[in-house]
Protein backbone atom coordinates (compact mmCIF):
# COMPACT_ATOMS: atom_id res chain seq x y z
CA UNK A 1 0.00 0.00 0.00
CA UNK A 2 1.52 3.41 -1.02
CA UNK A 3 1.87 5.60 1.54
CA UNK A 4 3.21 9.40 1.52
CA UNK A 5 4.94 11.82 3.91
CA UNK A 6 5.32 15.34 3.57
CA UNK A 7 7.89 17.40 5.25
CA UNK A 8 8.72 20.82 5.60
CA UNK A 9 9.73 23.69 7.66
CA UNK A 10 6.80 24.87 9.18
CA UNK A 11 7.61 28.37 9.20
CA UNK A 12 9.06 30.91 6.15
CA UNK A 13 10.18 34.08 5.56
CA UNK A 14 8.71 36.36 3.01
CA UNK A 15 10.84 36.28 0.61
CA UNK A 16 12.60 33.13 1.09
CA UNK A 17 11.93 29.78 -0.83
CA UNK A 18 9.80 27.13 0.34
CA UNK A 19 11.28 23.40 0.31
CA UNK A 20 9.18 20.66 0.70
CA UNK A 21 9.97 16.65 0.24
CA UNK A 22 7.39 14.30 0.09
CA UNK A 23 8.86 10.77 0.89
CA UNK A 24 6.49 7.65 -1.35
CA UNK A 25 6.78 4.24 0.44
CA UNK A 26 5.34 1.19 -1.02
CA UNK A 27 5.31 1.64 -4.12
CA UNK A 28 7.87 3.63 -6.90
CA UNK A 29 7.33 6.94 -7.93
CA UNK A 30 8.84 5.76 -11.34
CA UNK A 31 5.30 3.56 -11.77
CA UNK A 32 3.94 3.81 -15.28
CA UNK A 33 0.89 6.15 -15.15
CA UNK A 34 1.17 8.30 -12.22
CA UNK A 35 1.51 11.36 -11.63
CA UNK A 36 3.27 12.63 -8.75
CA UNK A 37 1.70 16.47 -7.21
CA UNK A 38 1.78 19.11 -4.84
CA UNK A 39 -1.36 20.32 -3.64
CA UNK A 40 -2.18 23.13 -1.04
CA UNK A 41 -5.05 24.34 1.09
CA UNK A 42 -4.64 28.16 2.47
CA UNK A 43 -7.08 28.57 5.32
CA UNK A 44 -10.70 29.58 4.39
CA UNK A 45 -10.11 28.25 1.01
CA UNK A 46 -10.10 25.74 -1.35
CA UNK A 47 -7.61 23.03 -2.70
CA UNK A 48 -5.36 23.98 -5.22
CA UNK A 49 -2.95 22.46 -7.45
CA UNK A 50 0.62 23.59 -7.39
CA UNK A 51 2.71 20.98 -9.84
CA UNK A 52 3.12 17.47 -10.39
CA UNK A 53 6.09 15.58 -11.96
CA UNK A 54 5.45 12.29 -14.39
CA UNK A 55 6.62 8.65 -14.07
CA UNK A 56 9.12 9.57 -16.26
CA UNK A 57 10.25 13.08 -14.97
CA UNK A 58 8.15 15.61 -16.94
CA UNK A 59 6.87 18.41 -14.71
CA UNK A 60 3.70 20.12 -15.35
CA UNK A 61 3.04 23.09 -13.14
CA UNK A 62 -0.26 25.38 -12.28
CA UNK A 63 -0.08 28.48 -14.42
CA UNK A 64 -0.03 31.08 -11.92
CA UNK A 65 2.63 29.58 -9.85
CA UNK A 66 4.79 28.45 -12.95
CA UNK A 67 7.26 31.48 -12.51
CA UNK A 68 8.27 30.58 -9.05
CA UNK A 69 7.64 27.07 -8.23
CA UNK A 70 10.53 24.27 -9.52
CA UNK A 71 9.51 20.40 -8.66
CA UNK A 72 11.77 17.36 -8.89
CA UNK A 73 12.50 13.81 -7.86
CA UNK A 74 15.21 11.57 -6.60
CA UNK A 75 14.10 8.52 -7.82
CA UNK A 76 17.00 6.58 -5.17
CA UNK A 77 15.33 7.48 -2.28
CA UNK A 78 11.86 7.06 -3.45
CA UNK A 79 11.19 11.34 -2.89
CA UNK A 80 10.00 14.37 -4.81
CA UNK A 81 10.10 17.77 -4.11
CA UNK A 82 8.85 21.17 -4.31
CA UNK A 83 10.37 24.75 -4.30
CA UNK A 84 8.63 27.83 -4.10
CA UNK A 85 10.52 30.82 -4.80
CA UNK A 86 9.66 34.37 -3.32
CA UNK A 87 6.96 33.33 -0.84
CA UNK A 88 4.53 35.58 0.59
CA UNK A 89 2.05 35.45 3.45
CA UNK A 90 -0.63 34.78 0.41
CA UNK A 91 1.55 31.42 0.18
CA UNK A 92 0.25 30.11 4.26
CA UNK A 93 -1.39 27.07 3.61
CA UNK A 94 -1.54 23.44 4.36
CA UNK A 95 0.60 21.70 1.72
CA UNK A 96 0.22 18.20 0.37
CA UNK A 97 1.41 15.81 -1.98
CA UNK A 98 -0.62 13.56 -3.63
CA UNK A 99 -1.00 10.62 -6.53
CA UNK A 100 -2.60 11.25 -9.53
CA UNK A 101 -4.00 8.62 -11.65
CA UNK A 102 -5.09 9.76 -14.53
CA UNK A 103 -6.95 12.94 -14.96
CA UNK A 104 -7.46 14.75 -11.49
CA UNK A 105 -7.73 11.35 -9.91
CA UNK A 106 -6.18 11.69 -6.31
CA UNK A 107 -5.86 8.92 -4.85
CA UNK A 108 -3.51 9.00 -2.77
CA UNK A 109 -2.32 11.16 -0.29
CA UNK A 110 -0.21 12.77 2.39
CA UNK A 111 -1.38 13.99 5.53
CA UNK A 112 -0.30 17.53 4.91
CA UNK A 113 1.88 19.78 6.32
CA UNK A 114 1.50 23.60 7.48
CA UNK A 115 3.44 26.39 6.27
CA UNK A 116 3.27 29.54 7.46
CA UNK A 117 4.59 32.60 6.11
CA UNK A 118 5.43 35.68 8.50
CA UNK A 119 7.89 37.46 9.70
Known amino acids: QVQMQETGPGLVWPSQTLSLTCTVS??????????WSWIRQAPGKGLEWIAA???????DYNPSLKSRTSISRDTSTGQFSLQMRSVTPEDTAVYYC???????????WGQGTLVTVSS
Open 98 to 108: ARMSGAWDFNV
Open 53 to 59: ISASGSP
Open 26 to 35: GGSIKSHGYY
